[in-house]
């Protein structure tokens, strides 16, 4: 969603580079074009006026003045200033003391409430919480089914007395839902309620109502994120007709162009709860105003690709793998095809490589990544016997049609596919041996002075007469051992008429400071 206003300030930081110092004119033409870019990704004018004014004012500080880089302090007041206007921090959920805690989800039909209910509702189930939805959109056709399939989806409770479709009252169904998650002893109710294509006076009524009846913990609401400077109006018509605590931005996996997420928060006050980035339930997560900042400005979402790993890999395969690797077992197809299944539980190969820094520069390679190509490999490798994926060097020509046929590609890809992992296998094998970088486990150690100089040994002259002649020489005159002791301090040899008793062996004989 961000990506033309993450292209336009990475070229507005990249012009600055070059400069060892920003005069006044330079700071001028890059709020310029922040402004610019700010107002092309549809962010409301207040908002851009006061972003750009705060950035222009550090900019003309000592911070920048004095910095050895000012291109990257101006970044870094840019990222910052950002972060406050998505929040600041992340906003947690404020749970009641005494169960159960209620949300209240509002806002106009289309937004996606009904099925951000069952992602919230999942996320708690996760997060170890009991989970209830109640179906209180009694006016949307067939509202009440979709929480229904919704909840069974994501493995909560719903709560559905009327069937809807224009029938029953929606505020006694919120009302009689806290007794009966009381009852069955849910510690989380999420009250799903009705919007409209459009603001009016009976949805905000109802709304209230709703608000009056049970007395949420938390009123969300939730905004599509795509509908641009809409989404402001809306939310400031909700803010003063029933009031929330928090929003919930759906949809940002679209195209549009961002700018209700930089506005929403700047104009309401309201902080940015979560965020909704795709149709599955796991595309969901709590909103953090740094990594989106981070995400805005190029600079990857390094910590969010660690938390999505950590859910999904397994610790015990992982030691495993690890240990495999640093003992220098052999790196087989199996294992290859396990990594690639834990891979692609992650979530699609574009989002992950999007949250490494500096992938906006390469945004048309990663948008020709196809997610079908990891399943063309693994239909290749289950194709292949328990002895092939052990020992791929047994596959020869007849196997390699074989196996083509069986995963229904051709005999070429499995070549590729054999090739690519044998190279793959070879630097396994590298990293398990060190690299050959001393200090590293596997890796040969550095060699000491000793064994330098053993290795060097006796100097051979450049001339093959003289070689020669020094070859002979040594294999005709054997070292002799040279005395030690005190015959070796006077040369070997006594003074004149000094004799030694019988049985004294002077070579044992040590002197003091002599070792």
């Known amino acids: 969603m961000f990506e033309t206003l993450s292209d336009r300030l990475t070229s507005v930081f990249s012009s600055l580079r070059a400069k060892g110092r920003l005069s006044d004119a330079d700071i001028d033409a890059t709020a310029r074009e922040i402004r610019i870019a700010l107002l092309e990704a549809d962010v409301a004018l207040p908002v851009v006026k006061a972003f750009v004014a705060q950035v222009k004012e550090r900019a003309r500080g000592a911070e920048v003045s004095q910095a050895l880089n000012p291109a990257q302090q101006v970044v870094k007041i840019v990222n910052d200033e950002l972060i406050g206007i998505l929040g600041g921090e992340t906003r947690r959920l404020r749970l009641a003391k005494t169960p159960p805690t209620v949300i209240m989800l509002a806002g106009l039909q289309g937004a996606g409430k009904t099925t951000l209910a069952g992602k919230l509702a999942r996320w708690l189930r996760e997060q170890g919480h009991v989970p209830m939805l109640v179906a209180a959109d009694l006016q949307r056709p067939n509202a009440v089914t979709q929480l229904q399939v919704v909840g069974e989806r994501a493995g909560v409770a719903v709560y559905a007395?009327?069937?809807?479709?224009g029938t029953g009252d929606p505020i006694?169904?919120?009302?009689t839902s806290i007794d009966e998650a009381k009852r069955l002893q849910h510690d989380i109710v999420i009250i799903d309620t009705a919007g409209r294509l459009g603001i009016d006076q009976e949805m905000m009524k109802q709304a209230a109502d709703i608000r009056d009846a049970v007395r949420p913990d938390e009123v969300l609401f939730v905004?599509?994120?795509?509908?641009?400077?809409?989404?402001?109006?809306?939310a400031q018509a909700f803010m003063e007709g029933v009031g929330f605590d928090g929003v919930v931005l759906t949809k940002l996996d679209g195209d549009a162009r961002g700018g209700a997420a930089l506005s929403v928060r700047h104009i309401t006050g309201r902080p940015i709860m979560f965020a909704s980035t795709g149709e599955k339930l796991d595309d969901f997560d709590a909103f953090h105003p740094d990594r989106m900042a981070s995400r805005i400005l190029d600079m990857g979402d390094i910590l969010t690709l660690i938390e999505q790993a950590q859910k999904t890999f397994d610790e015990e395969q992982a030691a495993k793998m690890a240990g495999k690797l640093t003992s220098g077992e052999t790196f087989t197809l199996e294992d290859f095809l396990e990594q690639m299944m834990m891979v692609q539980k992650m979530g699609p190969i574009k989002n992950l490589l999007g949250m490494m820094p500096g992938m906006g520069q390469m945004r048309?390679?990663?948008d020709s990544i196809d997610d079908r190509d990891l399943d063309r490999i693994a239909a290749i490798i289950r194709s292949m016997t328990p002895a092939e994926r052990q020992d791929p060097k047994i596959i020869n020509g007849s196997?390699?049609?074989?196996?083509?046929?069986?995963?229904?590609?051709t005999v070429s890809a499995v070549n590729n596919l054999v090739t690519r992992f044998f190279d793959a296998q070879k630097m396994m094998k590298r990293m398990a041996g060190g690299m050959g970088i001393p200090g590293m486990p596997g890796g040969r150690g550095k060699a000491s002075k000793a064994q330098k100089k053993a290795k060097k040994g006796r100097r051979v002259s450049g001339d093959p007469r003289k070689a020669a002649l020094g070859k002979a020489s040594s294999a005709e005159e054997p070292?002799?051992?040279?005395?030690?002791g005190v015959l070796g301090n006077l040369g070997g040899k006594l003074p004149p008429g000094v004799e030694l008793p019988p049985g004294f062996d002077p070579s044992k004989l040590r002197l003091p400071g002599q070792k």
């Open 223 to 234: 905004v599509d994120a795509m509908i641009g400077q809409d989404a402001v109006t809306t």
């Open 399 to 409: 196997r390699r049609a074989r196996i083509a046929a069986g995963s229904g590609v």
């Open 364 to 366: 048309d390679q990663i």
């Open 172 to 175: 006694e169904v919120a009302r």
């Open 479 to 484: 070292e002799q051992p040279k005395p030690g």
């Open 161 to 165: 007395p009327e069937p809807g479709n």
